[in-house]
């Protein structure tokens, strides 16, 4: 069943509407103000146009879901903080004390927190969803992150909840993480699928120092030299160097791409999230929308991949989807700005004669 969810899935992926495109650009032209002249916003606004298949977008469903999963290659000393932090953050972000909280507010988007792999039993919350597929990953420098079964069980767990999500009006998404070890993971990923060395692709993460940084690359080349992950086959690479939050983090954005619903991706390990679900299904990169540019370098190794262009970049490097929540009041006023400005006719402006320079 999970085999067959993924795979309808992908197949349910279409291209952006084109006559919701066309009808976009051609609005663009008669609102009053010079064409172009809102840079960025306008662009952005043809795209969600092609998403929702309407010229006119209007977003009133709000969320960003934050991916929560343990990581076994902690034990190879590549992170500042404990495997026990995981655990502890996730209550932190249902009590509404974390940045993602804060944002979140100020961006009035509802957070869900969903377990897809935290190695403690979590206490219940109505925010948080608990889809444990199992208590972390193994050490993937030592052996497979995860079996096929279980990626792909994860994969799922995103399709799931974005499905879930939609179904209750959400029509605006944002995706985010958390997994003490993840960095680690998520290089790994975007190592495999961008064929850049481990060395350029790891960053410090939490704020790592030199020794533990060297450690990180080494577990990093320990995978690559041990599995040998192909591209080519990105379920498997996933599976071999990835992460139970990465494979949901995937699975959400094939889930949207599948409901026409634009994903807003936050920083590297969202990232890598995209990378797989890019190569899963090339078309669902029509929908991403990348919220900022993260300092980690493998972050600006994947953005290139994907062809997206951030919104923001601000020198964060947080994850928890702040930077997606941070870009989703830009993503709704390119989306007002297109339906709410008046056109020259009907404003009774006169429109442009001639252009002088």
């Not at 960003?64 to 209550?91: I, L, N």
């Amino acid at each position: 069943m999970t085999d067959e969810l993924v795979r309808d899935t992908i197949a349910a992926i279409g291209e952006p509407d084109d006559d919701a495109l066309r009808a976009a650009r051609a609005r663009q032209g008669v609102l009053t103000k010079p064409p172009g002249s809102l840079g960025r916003l306008e662009e952005l606004s043809i795209q969600l146009a092609g998403i929702r298949g309407t010229a006119r977008p209007r977003f009133t469903g709000k969320a960003v879901v934050v991916f929560a999963a343990d990581h076994g290659v902690v034990a190879e000393g590549v992170s500042a903080y404990p495997a026990e932090v995981t655990g502890q953050m996730v209550a932190n972000f249902l009590a509404g004390g974390a940045a993602i909280n804060v944002l979140a507010r100020a961006a009035g988007a509802r957070v869900l927190v969903v377990d897809v792999g935290v190695n403690d039993d979590l206490a219940s919350h109505p925010d948080l969803v608990r889809h444990k597929v199992t208590h972390g990953t193994r050490n993937l420098a030592r052996e497979s992150a995860m079996t096929r079964d279980e990626a792909l069980a994860a994969i799922a767990v995103g399709i799931e909840v974005v499905a879930e999500l939609v179904a209750g009006g959400t029509d605006l998404l944002a995706i985010g993480e958390m997994g003490i070890g993840n960095t680690t993971a998520a290089s790994a990923i975007v190592a495999v699928f961008t064929g850049a060395p481990a060395a350029r692709v790891a960053g410090r993460g939490t704020g790592i120092d030199d020794a533990t940084l060297a450690r990180k690359v080494a577990a990093i080349e320990r995978a690559q030299a041990l599995h040998h992950p192909d591209p080519a086959a990105p379920l498997d690479a996933l599976a071999k160097v990835g992460g139970l939050e990465i494979a949901a983090l995937a699975g959400a954005i094939l889930g949207a791409s599948a409901r026409r619903v634009p994903v807003i991706v936050d920083g590297l390990i969202a990232g890598a999230g995209a990378l797989v679900a890019a190569a899963l299904a090339p078309r669902c990169r029509a929908f991403l929308i990348a919220g900022h540019r993260s300092v980690e370098p493998g972050h600006g190794l994947t953005l290139d991949h994907l062809g997206l262009r951030p919104l923001l970049d601000l020198g964060l490097r947080l994850g928890e989807g702040t930077g997606a929540v941070l870009g989703m009041p830009i993503v709704e006023a390119a989306a007002r700005l297109l339906d709410e400005m008046a056109t020259f006719d009907e404003a009774g402006v006169s429109g442009a004669t001639a252009r002088n320079g």
